[in-house]
């Protein structure tokens, strides 16, 4: 088993900054692909960005540009720094990781119990 434990979200103002970070417990993740995807009001849960265990990255079109994916294999997290972030980047944040690919297709294999993200116009 895995756990994930996000921190980090909370509110801030259009145009401001937040960073996430996920921490992960148990059975090693370090070999894995981790990522974040969101979750917004009365919408369906869409990938936000991924990172192979290599460091390559992989990210949503509507946050490449703003949003830069992170992961300290020996630690265990991984971390999203989200800039110029828009009222649309509103959403509750899950940290994912799985034991194959991570993207926007397919289910991950554990999720993180999520964290809030709202950004006010």
């Known amino acids: 088993q895995v756990q994930l434990v996000e921190s980090g979200g909370g509110l801030v103002q259009a145009g401001g900054s937040l960073r996430l970070s996920c921490a992960a417990s148990?059975?090693?993740?370090?070999?894995?692909?981790m990522g974040w995807f969101r979750q917004a009001p009365g919408k369906e849960r869409e990938f936000v960005a991924s990172?192979?265990?290599?460091?390559?990255?992989y990210y949503a079109d509507s946050v490449k540009g703003r949003f830069t994916i992170s992961r300290d294999n020996v630690k265990g997290t991984v971390v999203l720094q989200m800039n110029s972030l828009k009222p649309e980047d509103t959403a509750v944040y899950y940290c994912?990781?799985?034991?194959?690919?991570?993207?926007?297709?397919?289910?991950?294999?554990?999720w993180g119990q999520g964290t809030q993200v709202t950004v006010a116009s």
């Open positions: 148990g059975r090693t993740v370090s070999t894995n692909p």
């Open positions: 990172i192979m265990r290599s460091g390559v990255p």
């Open positions: 994912a990781t799985s034991y194959s690919s991570l993207g926007p297709h397919g289910t991950p294999d554990y």
